[in-house]
């Protein structure tokens, strides 16, 4: 488990995971993926203060690891949340 410099630990409670999952279509805000992982967006994870859901997003491994080496923005992923490709298909797709 991972804790921040303000002790907030890395676990997200059911209740914020579900509103995420939610908004965000059931899977990865960028390519639809259904495996996906929980992102802070702004502010990371390192500056949260708490796990506001509306700052989490869901992202697969894949983009994540993008975002991660800044090869996606951030802002690109931030206009993605707002119309995730899982609400626009309808969808998300990948092993279950």
Same mark, same amino acid.
């Not at 804790?3 to 390519?31: A, M, P």
């Not at 869901?58 to 993008?66: A, M, W």
């Given at each position: 488990?991972? %804790?921040?410099? $303000?002790?907030?630990? &890395?676990?997200?409670?059911?209740?914020? /995971?579900?509103?995420?999952?939610?908004?965000?279509?059931?899977?990865?805000?960028?390519?639809?993926?259904? %495996?996906?992982? $929980?992102?802070?967006? &702004?502010?990371?994870?390192?500056?949260? /203060?708490?796990?506001?859901?509306?700052?989490?997003?869901?992202?697969?491994?894949?983009?994540?690891?993008? %975002?991660?080496?800044?090869?996606?923005?951030?802002?690109?992923?931030?206009?993605?949340?707002?119309?995730?490709?899982?609400?626009?298909?309808?969808?998300?797709?990948?092993?279950?």
């Amino acid at each position: 488990m991972r %804790v921040n410099k $303000y002790g907030l630990k &890395d676990t997200i409670s059911s209740l914020v /995971k579900r509103e995420v999952r939610q908004r965000c279509g059931f899977g990865c805000v960028n390519c639809g993926n259904a %495996v996906y992982q $929980y992102e802070h967006l &702004d502010p990371t994870f390192a500056e949260a /203060k708490e796990h506001n859901p509306e700052h989490i997003v869901l992202l697969c491994g894949g983009c994540h690891d993008r %975002v991660t080496r800044k090869i996606l923005s951030k802002d690109t992923i931030k206009m993605r949340s707002l119309n995730p490709i899982c609400n626009q298909k309808g969808f998300s797709f990948g092993p279950f």
